[in-house]
Nanobody
């Protein structure tokens, strides 16, 4: 049974940091992506990582503030988020695929077959 379980969300002040985790089980993934969805907005791909070589990709709005990484032994992917802004408030999801992607498309929702349940991140003073 494939499971993706996100954790690490919460309430943080502007300028603060959080680390999200995505624990994958039952799945030898090729790539994992992080997505977020704010109220009234479409789900947005923000970062992804390829298992084979840890190649990463970021959307412009988070580049330089967020870092994606993986722990091979724990089969877990992390999203370290820094310099958080109120605009980062959203439900954050991780997603995985077994497919070998054209990596430039790894921030697209449609590339992923398995999704976690999401974790809320709220940036507010």
């Amino acid at each position: 049974q494939v499971q993706l379980v996100e954790s690490g969300g919460g309430l943080v002040q502007p300028g603060g940091s959080l680390r999200l985790s995505c624990a994958a089980s039952g799945l030898d993934y090729n790539s994992i992506g992080w997505f977020r969805q704010a109220p009234g907005k479409e789900r947005e791909g923000i970062s992804c990582i390829r298992r084979a070589d840890s190649m990463t990709r970021y959307v412009g709005s988070v580049r330089g503030r967020f870092t994606i990484s993986r722990d091979k032994a724990k089969n877990t992917v992390y999203l370290q988020m820094g310099s958080l802004e109120p605009e980062d408030t959203a439900v954050y999801f991780c997603a995985a695929t077994r497919k070998s992607l054209i990596f430039s498309s790894c921030l697209s929702n449609s590339q992923y077959d398995y999704w976690g349940q999401g974790t809320q991140v709220t940036v507010s003073s």
